[in-house]
């Protein structure tokens, strides 16, 4: 349950496993792309539950219509989370370049989720030469501190701004989310470049609760902190 494309001005921007699922480094099966889940579920459990796929659209607490791609897993093989179902949404606005990347959890598995680590990670390869794409990275104190793929091993938190783009694109990719209890991190070796946001959830049995947004926007500018504050509020319910 990935997505598998996203694609701006006919460049495609994703690194996945499609049409095929395959082993990758330590990820088996690895799908690439960007997917959310339960930390604790493994691709290899994962790989054995059923995914829907269907239109969908949401409505946000600003009041503006997502429209999109609704991925839905049941969680039916794997004993301890069985009656389980996420729904990962992949929403759009309108003549915006802006990715929205949701999840919804239906949680009936009698049991309750305390601090369960959920995590929504993304394959980014702009450039199909791996040493052509790089990330741009702006801790607290506003330093940026740019990593170049395909050459070494690193393991980055992203505490402000988070910038992924390749030497033949002018724009560049920006990733923006609500930094509250959640981790950022950028890993980047000679073969990948991830980025991933975790968050811990606490739901109850026989609920549902939306995780919070991951937003890809396509940009040739740096969006600045402060005209970051309106989109980071968005949440669904």
């Known amino acids: 349950p990935a997505r598998h494309s996203l694609t701006y001005q006919g460049h495609e921007w994703l690194d996945p496993s ?3 699922l395959q082993p990758k480094l330590w990820w088996n099966p690895w799908s690439g792309g960007i997917s959310s889940g339960l930390a604790e579920i493994r691709p290899h459990s994962l790989a054995k539950e059923t995914t ?3 239109f969908a659209n949401l409505i946000d607490n ?3 219509k997502w429209q999109g791609i609704k991925l839905s897993t049941t969680i039916e093989q794997n004993e301890e989370f069985k009656g389980l179902t996420t729904h990962q949404y992949f929403l759009t606005l309108p003549g915006v370049p802006i990715l929205c990347h949701v999840s919804e959890l239906d949680q009936q598995t ?9 995590q929504s990670t993304a394959f980014l390869k702009s ?4 040493e052509n794409n790089w990330v741009n990275l702006q801790d607290k104190t506003g330093k940026w501190l740019k990593l170049v793929a395909g050459k070494d091993e690193n393991d980055l938190s992203g505490d402000r701004n988070l910038i ?11 990733l923006i989310s609500n930094v509250e209890n959640t981790m950022r991190e950028v890993y980047i070796n000679k073969t990948v470049m991830l980025t991933g946001a975790w968050e811990k959830l606490n739901v109850p049995s026989n609920s549902t609760q939306f995780t919070k947004p991951n937003f890809y926007i396509f940009t040739d500018t740096v969006i600045d ?10 949440c669904f319910k």
């Open 164 to 174: 992924v783009g390749s030497y033949n694109r002018k724009e560049h990719l920006q």
């Open 127 to 130: 450039d199909e030469v791996m």
């Open 110 to 118: 009698g049991k309750f989720f305390n601090g369960k680590v959920w």
């Open 225 to 234: 902190d402060k005209a970051q504050y309106d989109l980071q509020e968005i």
């Open 62 to 64: 600003k009041g503006n």
């Open 52 to 54: 829907k796929a269907d």
């Open 18 to 20: 499609f049409p095929t």
